[in-house]
């Protein structure tokens, strides 16, 4: 048998597990799971260990195997890469949101350190202004600078999008989907994304969740293996590794793990898959 086959054969398992056990979409397929994730360690009872640059983002989509690029009509820009099964997996729902009169496009995908610290420091510095203002010169309190920003754009080190599971869809403006088309795509994604393994992560704020970024109706996450990253950053993850950006000091401070990182959809979080030791 090949190591091919032997490590297909250990991952479907490992799905049918998760999917057993109180997985939060349990219709995703076992064959959107088969394929590769990002410097894992194979375990035949546990779940696949991450590295750490992988759930920082230290690394480049375009020239890691483990990416694929997303091509049209899946993709309104050039240069978008994502997860081989997730890709895979958006293909599938793409097709029966297509049969059913609904256009997804991906207009956001992965984004590495490099890609969310330009993003960052552009709003930090001032270069980039939110709600119309130069934060720079009118929140000179680095907290509440952060928590800002932070309403909508993650640090670098702590963004979903590092890990090649989080799509953007169609718009990024909340009010796009709220009428019309928009308002038909977004009932479509509640109704039928979770058949496809997607998730949205940052719902309407509540006491299921109280903390973390506002909602973003156009943010869908693979579950399947975000979930394992969501499990592994929790564990592995500390304060000393977000770092590299200005405004790192105020991550603990914040604690911007636990409210932002894990400040989701409940649904994501349900029964964590520990790696070995």
């Known amino acids: 048998m090949t190591h ?5 054969i250990v991952i479907t398992v490992f799905v049918v597990f998760m999917v057993n056990f109180g997985m939060c979409n349990p219709a995703a397929a076992p064959d959107e ?7 894992r360690k194979k375990d ?9 640059k992988y759930l920082l983002g230290h690394f480049d989509p375009a020239s890691d195997g483990n990416f694929v690029k997303v091509k049209a009509p899946y993709a309104h820009r050039d240069h978008l890469y994502l997860l081989r099964d997730v890709y895979h997996a958006f293909i599938k729902m793409h097709k029966a949101a297509k049969a059913d009169g609904i256009s997804l496009v991906i207009i956001s995908a ?10 960052w420091q552009s709003k930090w510095t001032g270069r980039r202004r939110v709600d119309g203002k130069n934060l720079a010169k009118t929140v000179p309190d680095p907290v509440e600078r952060a928590r800002i920003i932070l309403k909508y754009s993650a640090m670098p080190g702590t963004s ?9 869809i169609n718009s990024v403006n909340k009010a796009y989907f709220e009428t019309g088309e928009g308002l038909k ?9 979770g058949r496809f393994g997607f998730v949205q992560p940052y719902t309407p704020k509540g006491k299921d969740r109280p903390h973390g970024y506002e909602e973003e109706p ?3 996450t693979y579950n399947p293996i975000a979930k394992i990253y969501t499990h592994q950053y929790r564990n592995k993850i500390r304060y000393e590794d ?36």
């Not at 091919?4 to 297909?8: D, H």
């Not at 992965?110 to 993003?119: A, C, G, L, S, V």
């Not at 795509?185 to 994304?193: D, E, G, P």
């Open 4 to 8: 091919y086959k032997r490590f297909s």
């Open 33 to 39: 799971m088969k394929g590769e994730h990002p410097g």
């Open 44 to 52: 035949h009872a546990k779940a696949p260990e991450i590295e750490k």
């Open 110 to 119: 992965t984004r590495n350190f490099d890609y969310q610290k330009k993003i």
């Open 160 to 168: 979903r999008h590092h890990w090649g599971t989080d799509i953007d």
């Open 185 to 193: 795509t977004y009932q479509w994604l509640v109704r039928h994304a």
């Open 218 to 220: 156009w943010h869908w």
């Open 242 to 277: 977000i770092t590299g950006f200005d405004g790192s000091e105020t991550a603990p401070r914040i604690d911007v793990i636990k409210h932002y990182v894990l400040g989701i959809n409940p649904a994501c979080l349900k029964v964590p898959i520990e790696p070995k030791p």
